[in-house]
Nanobody
Framework: QVQPVESGGGSVQAGGSLRLSCSVSGCKYSICLVGWFRQAPGKEREGLAA????????YVADSVKGRFTISEDNVKNAVYLQMNSLKPEDTAMYYC????????????????????????WGQGTQVTVSS
């Protein structure tokens, strides 16, 4: 198991930025698929972005493309979600999920759905955007 650990959430005004971090120490010896998701009260968990640890293949969902970017630091075994131009509707619990080994190829919306089903999950970090 990867056991992701999220950090970096908080409260910010609309238009502000936050960078979320996901520590994936379980990926030290394996290539991992790591994704970011969010879930607002009463809504389905939504896939936002994903990346392979140690790789350049990335995917960002259309719903946040242009405002959110995903990156990874293979030395620190961490994956980041940079969120800019935040809106009140971005308020949610943000989660990181990961799968180690046996992963590769293009990342798509379907990949995020698969990761949502089979990934190891962190506890989440709350993001609150006020107007």
């Amino acid at each position: 198991q990867v056991q992701p650990v999220e950090s970096g959430g908080g409260s910010v005004q609309a238009g502000g930025s936050l960078r979320l971090s996901c520590s994936v120490s379980g990926c030290k010896y394996s290539i991992c698929l790591v994704g970011w998701f969010r879930q607002a009260p009463g809504k389905e968990r939504e896939g936002l972005a994903a990346v392979y640890s140690g790789g350049t293949t990335k995917y960002v969902a259309d719903s946040v493309k242009g405002r959110f970017t995903i990156s990874e630091d293979n030395v620190k075994n961490a994956v980041y979600l940079q969120m800019n131009s935040l809106k009140p509707e971005d308020t949610a619990m943000y989660y990181c999920a990961a799968v180690a080994g046996g992963v590769g190829g293009e990342i798509s919306e379907q990949t995020l759905l698969w990761l949502r089903e089979y990934g190891d999950w962190g506890q989440g970090t709350q993001v609150t955007v006020s107007s």
